[in-house]
T-cell receptor
């Protein structure tokens, strides 16, 4: 079992570009969560998805951010027109029921 | 929604001493309380969890206690070692929704 796979590990984008972060959950896990972590801060919930459904997106900024978890393929967190304040580590976690397993994260740097 | 508060934000102990981190939660529907350890630049990793049908759980040098009436739970680490130095996060949630994390405790074990 390969665990939760996130890619890329590091992503550098210029202001105004788009960032696409990918997450493949553990085998058998149907729940995917995205969290954002700013340097020396906690894990802030963004969105909770199941296959083809957004269950809770209450933590997602209203503009520029979107997420999906299609029937086939990884979950995608998409940030359009990135700004410097989007620089952070983005962690994906998956679960079957309770108990998250986190991926290694994508560290987004906006220059 | 759920609100989790964690104290202290930083904690320094001498090697061999005990460390205690405390969390409170607000939503009485929460029934699952995990603790995660995050080393610098790494992913959060589950170290112990407790469900609301038990009051205490122990795994070697780590124990967690839960007081449902008061809505608080604590992490206890005994005989601390330098490799215990990390950021520790508590969380609260249930199978119906995502975990809400505390703001983290930076634990430093001094040799």
């Amino acid at each position: 079992n390969a665990g939760v796979m996130q890619n890329p590990r590091h992503l550098v984008r210029r202001r105004g570009q788009e960032a696409r972060l990918r997450c493949s959950p553990m085998k058998g896990h149907s729940h995917v969560y995205w969290y954002r972590q700013l340097p020396e801060e906690g894990l802030k919930f963004m969105v909770y998805l199941q296959k083809e459904n957004i269950i809770d997106e209450s933590g997602m900024p209203k503009e520029r951010f979107s997420a999906e978890f299609p029937k086939e393929g990884p979950s995608i967190l998409r940030i359009q027109q990135v700004v410097r304040g989007d620089s952070a580590a983005y962690f994906c976690a998956s679960s079957r029921d309770l108990g998250y397993t986190f991926g290694s994260g994508t560290r987004l740097t906006v220059v | 929604g759920e609100n989790v508060e964690q104290h202290p934000s930083t904690l320094s102990v001498q090697e061999g001493d005990s460390a205690v981190i405390k969390c409170t939660y607000s939503d009485s529907a929460s029934n699952y309380f995990p603790w995660y350890k995050q080393e610098l630049g790494k992913r959060p990793q589950l170290i112990i969890d407790i469900r609301s049908n038990v009051g205490e759980k122990k795994d070697q040098r780590i124990a967690v206690t839960l007081n449902k009436t008061a809505k608080h739970f604590s992490l206890h680490i005994t005989e601390t070692q330098p490799e215990d130095s990390a950021v520790y996060f508590c969380a609260a949630g249930s199978s119906a929704r995502q975990l809400t994390f505390g703001s983290g405790t930076q634990l430093t074990v001094l040799p």
